[in-house]
C-alpha cells in the first residue's frame, strides 16, 4: 500500500497501517520514524522491515515536506532502477567454462604474425565443432618461411572442372620434379578471327573448323538472332556470346542493322 503523508515543519504525524516493512520511495529530507517502541532514521531509498506493526509515527526535523511510503505484508525487494554497479580488483584473467556452440564473428582483418616453422608446434584440443562466422575479407600476413611436405601423393587423378578456372600469379614459380612426366598432346589447334560484321551475317562451312566463337559487341542496341532469322533460333544480348562446336555454314540476323558480332574459330 503506498501512502502519501504530509510532515510539518519540526512538526509529527501518525499513521494507522499495519504490515511487515517500509520502504521510503520519496522524501526531501531525513525524517525518524517510530514503530512499536523502535525507532528508526530514514531517508529517501531506505527500507525496513518492521514484524507485524499496527500504527507508525513520523517526527520531521526540519522543514515541512511530503513524503510517499510503501508498506506491506512480508519481504520488500526492490525492483531495479537502472543503477550504475562498479566492478573494481577484477581479476586479468578468468577460467571460463563453456557449454553448447560458441558462434565467432569476426569484423575486422586478421594479422597472423611469428607463425611456427612445424605446424605441429600447436596443438589445439577440440570435442564439438567450431562454426565461424566472418564478415568483409581476411588478410593473413606471414612473416619468415613456411616449409611445406606433400607426401602419399597419387601418380594419377581425374580432375572435373566446369566452368573456367582463373590464377592470378605474381612472381616466379618454382616446380620440383622427381621420377618421369609423360605428356600427352591430342592435337594441335589454330585461332582464326574473322572481320566484324553487321546486318545480316553469312558464316560459311569449315570442315577443319573445331569451335566457332560468335560475341555480341557490349554496345549494341538490341538481339543478335543466330539461326534462320529474327525470333528464330539463339538471341545474344549486348555483351553475351555462344561457343558452337560444329563444321556447317551458320547464319546470324541482327535486329538493330548497325549491331555488331564479332567472330573466331580455332581450327585443326
Known amino acids: 500500500m503506498r501512502h502519501n503523508i504530509h510532515l510539518p515543519e519540526n512538526g ?8 511487515d516493512f517500509v520502504h521510503v520511495e520519496s522524501a526531501q529530507y531525513e525524517f525518524t520514524l517510530r514503530a512499536d517502541n523502535n525507532t528508526y532514521t530514514l531517508r529517501q531509498g531506505d527500507q525496513i ?9 513520523f517526527h520531521n526535523h526540519g522543514p515541512a515536506q511530503q513524503i510517499v511510503l510503501l508498506v506491506g505484508h512480508g519481504e520488500f525487494k526492490r525492483q531495479n532502477d537502472g543503477q550504475a554497479v562498479h566492478v573494481s580488483n577484477l581479476p586479468a584473467q ?15 582483418p586478421v594479422e597472423i604474425s611469428n607463425f611456427p616453422q612445424q605446424a605441429d608446434v600447436q596443438r589445439v584440443q577440440q570435442d564439438t565443432p567450431w562454426q ?11 612473416f619468415g618461411e613456411w ?3 606433400v607426401t602419399n601423393f597419387p601418380e594419377s587423378f581425374t580432375v572435373e572442372q566446369s566452368g573456367v578456372f582463373k590464377v592470378q600469379q605474381s ?11 609423360q605428356v600427352h598432346v591430342t592435337s594441335a589447334q589454330k585461332y582464326k578471327a574473322h572481320p566484324t560484321k553487321t546486318g545480316r551475317i553469312s558464316i560459311p562451312q569449315n570442315t577443319k ?4 566463337l560468335l560475341k555480341a559487341n557490349h554496345i549494341n542496341q538490341s538481339e543478335i538472332w543466330v539461326g534462320s532469322g529474327i525470333d528464330n533460333g539463339i538471341p545474344l544480348l549486348p555483351g553475351e556470346s555462344i561457343v558452337l562446336t560444329t563444321t556447317a555454314a551458320i547464319e546470324a540476323y541482327a535486329v538493330n542493322d548497325t549491331d555488331k558480332l564479332h567472330i573466331g574459330e580455332t581450327t585443326l
Not at 573448323?209 to 566457332?212: A, F, G, P, Q, S
Request: aromatic share 10%; no cysteine; glycine share 8%.
Open 12 to 19: 509529527t504525524n501518525h499513521v494507522n497501517t499495519d504490515g
Open 49 to 57: 522491515n518492521i514484524e507485524r506493526f499496527k500504527a507508525l509515527e
Open 94 to 108: 578468468q577460467a571460463v567454462k563453456q557449454f553448447g556452440r560458441w558462434d565467432m564473428h569476426v569484423l575486422s
Open 132 to 142: 565461424v562466422v566472418q564478415t568483409g575479407s581476411w588478410q593473413v600476413s606471414q
Open 147 to 149: 616449409n611445406i611436405a
Open 171 to 181: 612472381g616466379a614459380w618454382q616446380v620440383r620434379q622427381s621420377g618421369q612426366w
Open 209 to 212: 573448323r573445331k569451335e566457332l
